[in-house]
């Protein structure tokens, strides 16, 4: 993600590979900080499937705390 400082405005969001088309629910829109938060406190098994984007950017969650 470009858009890395710990304020920046974030979508959280699950990307359900299980449905057609890989429907998208967003689970929190705000400052990245409180995003990753929210994105530790999910069920391991959901975590795959979380993405965060910001105005320029779309990361996974995995990735970005992997990274």
């Not at 990753?36 to 391991?44: N, V």
Request: charge should be negative; aromatic fraction near 8%; avoid cysteine.
């Amino acid at each position: 993600m470009r858009t890395t400082y710990s304020e920046a405005t974030v979508r959280l969001y699950h990307l359900d590979s299980a449905s057609e088309g890989g429907a998208a629910q967003t689970l929190f829109y705000g400052p990245l900080t409180e995003a990753m938060q929210i994105a530790a406190s999910q069920p391991e098994d959901m975590q795959d499937g979380l993405f965060l984007a910001t105005d320029n950017d779309v990361v996974a969650y995995l990735d970005l705390v992997e990274g």
